[in-house]
C-alpha cells in the first residue's frame, strides 16, 4: 500500500480509531469486498482490521486515441461493534498517459464510510447491509474532485445451494460534472459467486457503475469475472478483468489485489 495516497489527517484518524478498537472476537473467515464491483453486506467483527490493496489498470480507445490509467485502489476496514464497520477508501496514486497527451499523475480522493449490517441473512432470507460514504475533495492534481459528494447503497447476500452465492447492490450517489453542476446517478449491480475449490472462488458479474443523463458521463456498464485464492482465514489474493459494455465506460480494466485482516 503506497500510504503517501493518504492524506495526513485521514491517517491521523485511522490511528485514533485503531486505538480505540477492541479487542477481536471469534468470528467466521475472511470476507472481502473485492474484487468484484459489487460489495458484501458482511461487516468485521468488533476490534477487527482489514486491509484491502490493489493494483489495476484500465484502457479506453476513443476516436483512435487510447488513453491508459493505472491506480492503486485501497480499502481499510475497522470493525467497532456486533453490525458496524468504519471505513477508508481511496483509488491511491493514479497516473494516466494517452496518445499524443502529456501524463498526469496524482492521488485520488478519500472516501469515509460506514457500513450497517442490519440483517445476517438466513432461513432463505439474504443478508443485508447499508453503506454510507462520502467522498471528500482531498486527491491532488486532475484527479481532485469537487465538494463532498455522499452515496448511500444497499447491499443484499443470498447463500444458493451448491455452494453458490448471489449477491446484489443497489443505491444512488451525487457528483459534479464539468460544468461543476451537482447531480445525482444511481448505482445497480449483481454478482454469481462461484467455488471452484475449497480455497479457491470465481464470479461473473454484471454492474451498472454508473446510471446518469448524457450531460452527467451518462451510464458506465461493466460485465466482470475474476477468482480469489483464500491464502488463509486472514489473507487472499484476487484478480479481475471488467469489460466495458458501452462507449462511456474504459473498454478494459484488470485489477490484481491482496487483503489482509488482523
Known amino acids: 500500500m503506497n500510504m503517501r495516497a493518504l492524506n495526513l489527517p485521514l491517517s491521523l484518524l485511522l490511528c485514533l480509531l485503531l ?31 482489514q486491509l484491502e490493496t490493489s493494483v489495476a489498470w484500465q484502457r479506453q480507445k476513443t476516436a483512435g486515441l487510447t488513453t491508459r490509467l493505472r491506480s492503486t485502489p485501497t480499502l481499510l476496514r475497522l470493525g467497532v461493534g456486533h453490525d458496524v464497520e468504519l471505513r477508508l477508501e481511496t483509488d491511491g496514486a493514479l497516473r494516466q498517459t494517452g496518445d499524443g497527451e502529456p501524463s498526469a499523475s496524482g492521488r485520488g480522493d478519500a472516501s469515509l464510510g460506514l457500513k450497517w449490517q442490519f440483517d445476517e441473512g438466513g432461513d432463505q432470507r439474504p443478508a443485508l447491509a447499508w453503506l454510507l460514504h462520502v467522498d471528500t475533495p482531498s486527491g491532488s492534481g486532475p484527479f481532485k474532485g469537487h465538494g463532498l459528494r455522499p452515496s448511500l447503497r444497499l447491499a443484499a447476500e443470498w447463500e444458493l445451494p451448491a455452494g453458490l452465492s448471489l449477491g446484489a447492490m443497489a443505491g444512488v450517489l451525487t457528483d459534479r460534472n464539468e460544468d461543476d453542476r ?18 479457491l472462488r470465481s464470479f461473473a458479474e454484471l454492474a451498472a457503475q454508473q446510471v446518469a443523463s448524457a450531460r452527467n458521463g451518462g451510464k458506465v ?24 459494455l458501452n462507449r462511456n465506460t474504459p473498454d478494459w480494466a484488470w485489477t490484481v489485489g491482496l487483503s489482509l485482516r488482523y
Do not use: H, M
Not at 22 to 39: H, I, M, N, V
Not at 182 to 198: F, K, Q
Open 19 to 49: 486505538c480505540q478498537a477492541k479487542p477481536a472476537q471469534a468470528d467466521d473467515g475472511l470476507s472481502t469486498d473485492r474484487p468484484d464491483f459489487t460489495e458484501s453486506p458482511e461487516v468485521l467483527a468488533a476490534g477487527r482490521f
Open 221 to 244: 456498464l461493466t460485465a466482470g469475472t475474476g477468482v480469489a485464492w483464500q491464502l488463509s482465514r486472514d489473507a487472499q489474493l484476487d484478480t479481475a478483468v471488467f469489460r466495458g
Open 182 to 199: 451537482r447531480y445525482t446517478a444511481g448505482v445497480a449491480s449483481a454478482s454469481l459467486g462461484i467455488p471452484l475449490a475449497e480455497n
